[in-house]
């Protein structure tokens, strides 16, 4: 069974605390993502990763990280979290066929920053 | 890097009838648009895509329809069921095959009985 997942699903910190947010999918799939998703805008690529060590910076990546040692597991890690990184963050994977892969979703971590 | 509008932002209709939501990008390179769905409280899932080779997918009671000189696509719903009720997400690849896919703001559709 094909899955994509996520810990914890509900994370609260403090401003300034560190955080890290585990994504692990069993598909040995190359490509991973972490997404965001905030009300009224959608889905926004925070980091695309195609394999391990070979990360790229999505459309939204001021405040954070990734790290990824191993091809199942994508970590994406805030350093002094900010109050407007408050959100549900979305893991994904995908088998990369060049180009029009399908995304599989984990869960989500509902994390609030206050 | 792409980006993509999605309208309307919310959709009413009633069960049995036809729903709608239209997407526009601005990447002419994009050339892979697949829509999402989410149900409350659950991850994003694939219902349907489409690649810029075709101009029509029909996959049951899902339409989706693309043009690439306008640069327009859209998801066609036919005898919506209250199930159908989620929200809905459009997206385009970001072209040069770097697997970003860029999504759209989403649609809430209701489907009243």
């Known amino acids: 069974d094909m899955k994509v997942t996520q810990m914890p699903r509900y994370l609260i910190k403090r401003m300034g605390e560190n955080v890290l947010l585990e994504c692990g999918q069993d598909?040995?799939?190359?490509?991973m993502y972490w997404y965001r998703q905030d009300p009224g805008l959608g889905l926004q690529l925070i980091y695309i990763?195609?394999?391990?060590?070979?990360?790229s910076e999505g459309d939204i990546p001021k405040g954070y990280r990734v790290s990824r040692k191993k091809r199942e597991h994508f970590s994406l890690i805030l350093d002094s979290a900010k109050t407007n990184q408050t959100s549900v963050y979305f893991c994904?994977?995908?088998?990369?066929?060049?180009?029009?892969?399908?995304?599989?979703f984990g869960s989500g971590t509902r994390l609030t920053v206050l | 890097g792409e980006q993509v509008e999605q309208l309307p932002s919310i959709l009413r209709v009633q069960e049995g009838s036809s729903a709608s939501i239209n997407c526009s990008y601005e990447d002419s390179a994009s050339n892979y648009f697949p829509w999402y769905k989410q149900e409350p409280g659950e991850n994003p899932k694939l219902i349907i895509d489409i690649r810029s080779n075709m101009e029509r997918k029909q996959i049951q009671e899902l339409i989706v329809l693309l043009d690439k000189k306008a640069k327009r696509f859209s998801l066609h719903i036919t005898d919506t069921q209250p199930g159908d009720s989620a929200m809905y997400f459009c997206?385009?690849?970001?072209?040069?095959?770097?697997?970003?896919?860029?999504f759209g703001h989403g649609t809430i559709l209701r489907v009243h009985p």
């Open positions: 598909m040995s799939h190359e490509t």
């Open positions: 990763s195609y394999d391990v060590d070979s990360n």
């Open positions: 997206a385009a690849s970001s072209g040069a095959n770097t697997g970003k896919l860029t």
């Open positions: 994904a994977s995908s088998l990369w066929t060049g180009g029009g892969e399908t995304l599989y």
